[in-house]
């Protein structure tokens, strides 16, 4: 989505003077009944109608509609947020619960999304005030699917100088948000092992090769992967998730599936963890005479990298939630396991992600609330870096370029 440039007027709302004032007069613009209330309900559609990643279409639909009612155009379908549901029951009740059994936004995206347009909204009304053009994405598929990776992959960053994106985080209260400069998320890979053995009769275990034993000590194996091999001072997980076989209480059955996530925070550390599980999972089969094959699916599942906070945003940002929410509200995060996919972006050029507080029941849970106070929030951060971004560094690029572009 492009917000186009026009001259800056002299008494511009948004000029680099008054670069200190700029988060606070986008925080006011936010927290205006219309524009709070428009957002409210952006969110409440899309809570109430959830969709699973890359299958965002009526999410779409709805963005690309109140894009149109602001006359800011987009290129479809390349639609920073999230946008996907997750394959869940909602448990809260109340007048705006999921319609949809067995899908429920419960990581925020919904919000995610209210916030975008939020800011749109507020930065549209000011648009003659900008000194170069902001880029909003809409992106489909971040749990798990690596949405961010396709997007990037179809030239979505091109001509961006840089990016910033947000999440909702349980453990901070409303006003707060939290960051860290370097790295802030791990680096994540997804396996599937498939162990076969020789089915047979429970009670006749010698005429078998019992896939359920193999994997048990398969996946007691993995574990002494981060317990002995792992440097304890290098973080990593590796945690099995999934064990899918048999069906009978007097049969051993042929096969055995497991899966599950792995977890580092260098390059070095992921691929060796990821060769390691690989001849962990074949040769501990091997020693119950079964065979395995581990599968990582990284068509379906990309490998998520690190998620590194450039180091200059990070003074940028520092800057802005100062001016917005004052010192005493900016925290500096522990390192977390966690994995975004947002991190393919933050790769590809200078990116930043923070967490804004919203004290409540942990992502992923069915009992997950959103507190809508947060909206405002998270429209005034993203509308105030964009903003403070052109002013500081865009300005200095198309001079030292001695061109004049006009994207962010
Ligand atoms: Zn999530
Ligand atoms: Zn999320």
């Known amino acids: 989505m492009l917000l186009s440039t026009k001259p800056t007027s ?22 205006r009944p219309e524009v709070f209330e428009y957002m409210v309900n952006i969110r409440r559609v899309i809570h109430e109608n959830p969709e699973l990643g890359f299958e965002e279409f009526g999410t779409s639909k709805l963005i690309r509609n109140e894009l149109d009612k602001l006359g800011i155009p987009y290129k479809y379908p390349i639609a920073v947020t999230d946008m996907d549901a997750l394959a869940m029951q909602e448990a809260v009740e109340w ?67 840089a990016i910033f994106g947000l999440h909702v985080s349980s453990s901070y209260p409303v006003g707060m948000v939290a960051t860290r400069p370097g790295p802030i998320m791990a680096g994540s890979g997804l396996f599937d092992a ?21 994997a048990s000590n398969i996946i007691v ?45 260098s390059k070095e550390s992921f691929i060796q963890l990821k060769q390691r599980i690989e001849e962990v999972i074949t040769l501990q089969a ?49 390192l977390i396991m966690g994995a975004e996919d947002f991190s393919f972006f ?13 004290i409540n029941e942990t992502g992923h849970s069915p009992y997950f609330k959103v507190n809508e106070d947060i909206l405002p929030y998270g429209a005034a951060l993203h509308a105030s870096l964009a903003v403070t971004y052109l002013l500081e560094y865009h300005s200095q690029l198309t001079t030292q370029k001695g061109s004049c572009h006009d994207e962010l």
């Open 286 to 334: 091997s020693v119950q005479r079964c065979n395995a094959t581990v599968i990582f699916n990284i068509n379906e599942k990309p490998f998520y990298p690190m998620t590194v906070n450039n180091v200059d945003l990070h003074r940028h940002f520092l800057e802005v939630a100062r001016n917005m929410l004052g010192g005493k509200n900016i925290i500096e995060m522990q």
């Open 95 to 161: 007048e705006h619960k999921s319609k949809i059994p067995g899908k429920m936004h419960a990581c925020g995206h919904d919000a995610h999304v209210a916030m975008l347009i939020g800011a749109a909204k507020i930065l549209q009304e000011h648009q003659s005030d900008l000194e170069g053009t902001v880029v909003l994405v809409f992106q489909p598929a971040e749990e798990g699917g690596g949405g961010a990776k396709k997007m990037l992959d179809v030239g979505i960053l091109e001509n961006v100088e």
């Open 194 to 214: 498939v162990i076969t053995g020789k089915g047979g009769h429970a009670a006749i275990p010698q005429n078998t090769l019992d896939p359920i034993l193999a």
């Open 221 to 265: 194996s993995l574990q002494h992967l981060i317990s002995r091999e792992a440097d304890p001072l290098d973080s990593q997980v590796v945690t099995v998730t999934k064990f899918q076989g048999g069906g009978a209480f007097n049969v051993i059955p042929n096969a055995v599936t497991i899966g599950g996530t792995f977890r580092a925070f």
């Open 10 to 31: 002299s008494n511009a709302f948004l000029s680099k003077e008054g670069f200190a004032e700029i988060p606070s007069k986008f925080f006011n613009l936010a927290k």
């Open 346 to 358: 933050a790769e590809a050029i200078p990116g930043y992600f923070y967490y804004i507080g919203m």
